[in-house]
């Protein structure tokens, strides 16, 4: 357990298991602002059931995000990230203009687990986007996943989205009989 004050605080008793809840961010870099705000808001969830010191709280929430780590010169650099998709409890697409090759490669990595909750929103911009494909992958296997359209990064349907989806792992990580999905080990 960290020293109080930390980043991994949980203020449980000595010796109790905290399982923590992954949310894996995939996007591209024209919605920086809105993964910041994805992740401030699972952070803000964290802390408001950290601030409770409830003891029987045996679950954090993190953010695991692409651009948090260094580069690494491999031949396929987007199969770490892959694997990272599909390890976390949840994946997160975050999509607006740009669609990156390798955010397709996450989410069809993470729709063959079936343990791993996929959510996309795409944040509609005005313009034309070129996607090669995607929103028609998107389209045939909308039944697969949550899949929103919202307005543009920013509007308040988008914002709504991204609240959505935290609120739905919750839901389930507090509902008793669901919570012995996300205790095991990732």
Known sequence: MAMPGGPKDYFLRPGAT??????FISSGSDVVDQRDLFEGMVRTAHNQFRI?????????LDVDRWEQDAPIVTDNPNAEFV???????????????AVRPGTREEIEGVLNQNDVQLSVIWMKQPGRVRDKGLRKFLKENEDKFLYLVTGPPDSPESILAMFRIIAAALADITHGARRELFYESR
């Not at 998709?85 to 607006?96: E, G, I």
């Open 18 to 23: 905290v399982a923590e809840f992954v949310f």
């Open 52 to 60: 409770r010191r409830d003891p029987n709280r045996a679950f954090a």
């Open 83 to 97: 694997r990272r998709a599909c390890n976390a409890h949840s994946t997160v697409v975050l999509l607006s203009k």
